[in-house]
C-alpha cells in the first residue's frame, strides 16, 4: 500500500534527527525526548487483519512498541481481548477504531483513539456500518458471479475470522482462487471504481464519524491522507471540514506514508491547527512493508496526537 519510495519501518529507526529537541527560549529543550514508542494504527482478524488480538500485542511488545492502538474497521470487539493481553505485555493498550466515511465520491477513513466503547451512539453507528458491510458482501458476491466467478461471497466468508466482511477478504479469495497474482493487483482488477466487483454506496458522514467519536470522549484522527486520490484543493477542503466538524489529528507518519508525504502532511498538520499521529496500519506479518514497531518520528514542529495523554 506504499506508493513510493523504500520501506519506512526500520529505515529511520527511534528518536533521528527529525526529532531532535529544539531550544526553548528560556534555553531549555522545549520537546522532552520522546522515550516512548507509539504505534496507533493496527488491525486484527476482527476486520481485516490476520492476528487474533493477543498475536497482534505480543508481537508489538517484541517489536518494541510502548503504547498500542487496536483501531480495527467498524469494529471493537477485540479491544478487551487486546487490553487483557496488554496488561500482561506490560505495555498500554489504547482502545480504538477506523470508521468508513464516504466524503462526496471519495471514501476516507478516521481513526478514533481512546473512545469508550461502552458509548451508545458509537455502536449504534457502527453497527448500521457493519450491516451495510453485509449487505455489500452479498451484493460484491452477486456482481462477481455475474462477471462469471462464483462462490466468492463463500470464499470471503470463509476467510473473514470473526464476520466481518471486507474487500480484503474477497481479494484473498480471488488469489486463492486464480483470478490475479496478488492482492494488490486483485484490488485494481476487481474490487475498484469501474471494475466488476465495485460496490458504490454510503458509510458513515464525517461530521457523524467525528461526533460518534467525541461522543465516546475520543480523539478523531484523519487516517492515511495521502492515500486519497483528490486534488490538493480538495485535500484542503477535506482538512478543513474534518478540524471544523471537531476533528483532532491527521496521520502524519503512517506506514502507507512516504517521506516526502510525512513532510507534507506535518506541515499541513500545523497549518490546520490539527495534531500528529503515528501508526503502522499493520494487517499482518506477510505484508512486509508494514510491520509493527518503531516508525519514523514525526517531524518537527509537529504536536503528538498523544500531547496530554498522561504517563
Ligand atoms: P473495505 O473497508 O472492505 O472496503 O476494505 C478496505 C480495505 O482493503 C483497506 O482497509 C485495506 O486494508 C484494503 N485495501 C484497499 N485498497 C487496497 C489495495 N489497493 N491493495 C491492498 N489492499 C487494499
Ligand atoms: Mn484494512
Ligand atoms: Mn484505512
Ligand atoms: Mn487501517
Redesign the pocket.
Known sequence: ?QRAGKPLNGALVGHSKLGKARLHKNGYSRRMPETRVYDLHT?TFYS?GALAPAELVARAAANGVQVLALTD?DVTDGVPEAQAAAQLAGITLVPGV?I?VTWGAQ?V?VVGLNIDMANVALQTGLARLREF?DWRAGEIGRRLAKAGIPGAIEGARARAQRGL????HF?QFLVAAGHAAD??SV??KF??HGKPGYVPGQWAGLDEAIGWINAAGGQAVLAHPARYKITATRLGKLLGEFRDAGGAAIEVVSGSHSRDDMFRFGQLANRYGLLASSGSDF?GPQNYYMDLGPMPALPDGCTPVWQGWGA
Do not use: G, I, N
Open positions: 500500500m488491525h481485516d474497521h477506523e468508513s471514501t477513513h458491510r466482511v471486507s474487500r480484503t481479494a492482492v494488490r484490488f485494481k474490487l475498484v494487517h
